[in-house]
Protein backbone atom coordinates (compact mmCIF):
# COMPACT_ATOMS: atom_id res chain seq x y z
CA UNK A 1 0.00 0.00 0.00
CA UNK A 2 1.16 3.62 -1.14
CA UNK A 3 -0.16 6.44 1.34
CA UNK A 4 0.10 10.32 -0.47
CA UNK A 5 -0.61 13.18 0.88
CA UNK A 6 -0.87 16.45 -1.12
CA UNK A 7 -0.07 19.71 -0.02
CA UNK A 8 0.42 23.58 -1.46
CA UNK A 9 -2.70 24.38 -2.75
CA UNK A 10 -4.34 27.78 -2.48
CA UNK A 11 -5.95 30.89 -3.71
CA UNK A 12 -4.37 32.53 -5.82
CA UNK A 13 -4.23 35.34 -9.07
CA UNK A 14 -4.53 34.41 -12.61
CA UNK A 15 -0.61 34.66 -13.70
CA UNK A 16 0.54 33.49 -10.27
CA UNK A 17 2.64 30.30 -9.68
CA UNK A 18 1.95 27.76 -7.14
CA UNK A 19 3.97 24.70 -5.99
CA UNK A 20 2.20 21.45 -5.33
CA UNK A 21 3.97 18.51 -3.85
CA UNK A 22 2.91 15.10 -2.62
CA UNK A 23 4.54 13.12 -0.33
CA UNK A 24 4.40 9.21 -0.57
CA UNK A 25 4.99 6.65 2.15
CA UNK A 26 4.14 2.70 2.24
CA UNK A 27 5.62 0.98 -0.41
CA UNK A 28 8.85 1.40 -2.76
CA UNK A 29 8.49 4.75 -4.31
CA UNK A 30 10.67 4.52 -6.96
CA UNK A 31 8.83 1.00 -8.27
CA UNK A 32 5.45 3.39 -9.27
CA UNK A 33 4.62 5.83 -12.03
CA UNK A 34 3.33 9.17 -10.65
CA UNK A 35 1.03 11.50 -11.86
CA UNK A 36 -1.05 14.75 -10.73
CA UNK A 37 -5.08 14.62 -12.23
CA UNK A 38 -7.42 17.77 -11.42
CA UNK A 39 -11.36 17.54 -10.70
CA UNK A 40 -13.40 20.81 -11.36
CA UNK A 41 -16.98 21.03 -9.74
CA UNK A 42 -19.28 18.91 -12.63
CA UNK A 43 -16.40 17.93 -14.19
CA UNK A 44 -14.69 14.63 -14.66
CA UNK A 45 -11.12 13.78 -13.28
CA UNK A 46 -8.60 14.48 -15.65
CA UNK A 47 -4.86 13.47 -16.39
CA UNK A 48 -2.53 16.79 -15.72
CA UNK A 49 1.02 15.32 -15.91
CA UNK A 50 2.21 12.21 -15.36
CA UNK A 51 6.14 10.87 -14.58
CA UNK A 52 7.97 7.58 -15.12
CA UNK A 53 9.41 5.66 -12.10
CA UNK A 54 13.00 6.67 -12.87
CA UNK A 55 11.64 10.24 -13.59
CA UNK A 56 13.06 9.56 -17.39
CA UNK A 57 9.91 10.38 -19.22
CA UNK A 58 7.20 13.40 -18.04
CA UNK A 59 3.77 13.75 -20.46
CA UNK A 60 1.59 17.15 -20.09
CA UNK A 61 -1.98 17.29 -20.94
CA UNK A 62 -2.01 19.92 -23.41
CA UNK A 63 -4.04 22.15 -21.53
CA UNK A 64 -1.00 22.62 -19.15
CA UNK A 65 1.96 22.04 -21.48
CA UNK A 66 4.60 24.73 -21.16
CA UNK A 67 2.97 26.28 -17.95
CA UNK A 68 3.05 23.15 -15.83
CA UNK A 69 6.14 20.92 -14.67
CA UNK A 70 6.22 17.96 -12.86
CA UNK A 71 9.36 16.03 -11.20
CA UNK A 72 10.09 13.65 -8.67
CA UNK A 73 12.89 13.13 -5.87
CA UNK A 74 13.02 8.89 -5.25
CA UNK A 75 15.01 9.70 -2.23
CA UNK A 76 12.78 11.97 -0.99
CA UNK A 77 9.68 9.77 -1.56
CA UNK A 78 8.43 13.33 -3.38
CA UNK A 79 6.43 14.23 -6.56
CA UNK A 80 5.97 17.71 -7.27
CA UNK A 81 3.78 20.17 -9.46
CA UNK A 82 4.95 23.72 -10.70
CA UNK A 83 2.72 25.50 -12.07
CA UNK A 84 2.80 28.82 -13.60
CA UNK A 85 0.89 31.15 -15.62
CA UNK A 86 -1.90 29.89 -13.83
CA UNK A 87 -5.67 30.30 -15.42
CA UNK A 88 -9.12 30.25 -13.63
CA UNK A 89 -9.66 27.14 -15.61
CA UNK A 90 -7.06 25.60 -13.92
CA UNK A 91 -8.99 25.91 -10.91
CA UNK A 92 -9.85 22.21 -9.34
CA UNK A 93 -8.93 19.76 -6.43
CA UNK A 94 -5.48 18.27 -7.66
CA UNK A 95 -4.94 14.81 -6.65
CA UNK A 96 -2.06 12.83 -6.08
CA UNK A 97 -1.85 9.43 -8.04
CA UNK A 98 0.62 6.68 -7.90
CA UNK A 99 0.23 3.03 -10.31
CA UNK A 100 2.55 0.03 -10.82
CA UNK A 101 2.67 0.55 -14.64
CA UNK A 102 5.81 -0.10 -15.68
CA UNK A 103 8.12 2.34 -18.11
CA UNK A 104 5.30 4.62 -19.47
CA UNK A 105 2.72 7.00 -18.52
CA UNK A 106 -1.31 6.52 -18.49
CA UNK A 107 -3.51 9.18 -18.71
CA UNK A 108 -6.28 6.76 -17.34
CA UNK A 109 -7.66 7.04 -13.96
CA UNK A 110 -8.03 3.42 -14.02
CA UNK A 111 -4.55 2.93 -13.98
CA UNK A 112 -3.46 4.42 -11.23
CA UNK A 113 -4.09 2.33 -7.49
CA UNK A 114 -3.24 4.79 -5.26
CA UNK A 115 -4.85 8.62 -4.58
CA UNK A 116 -4.61 11.10 -2.50
CA UNK A 117 -7.24 13.11 -0.74
CA UNK A 118 -6.71 16.11 -2.76
CA UNK A 119 -5.71 20.02 -2.60
CA UNK A 120 -7.83 22.61 -3.61
CA UNK A 121 -6.31 25.09 -6.08
CA UNK A 122 -8.51 28.40 -6.68
CA UNK A 123 -7.51 30.32 -9.21
CA UNK A 124 -9.21 34.42 -9.76
CA UNK A 125 -9.21 36.31 -12.57
Known amino acids: QVQLVESGGRLVQAGGSLRLSCAAS????????MAWFRQAPGKEREFVAG????????NYASSVEGRFTISRDNAKNTVNLEMNNLKPEDTAVYYC??????????????????WGQGTQVTVSS
Open 97 to 114: TAGLIGGWISRRVGQYGH
Open 26 to 33: GRTFSNYA
Open 51 to 58: ITESGGLR
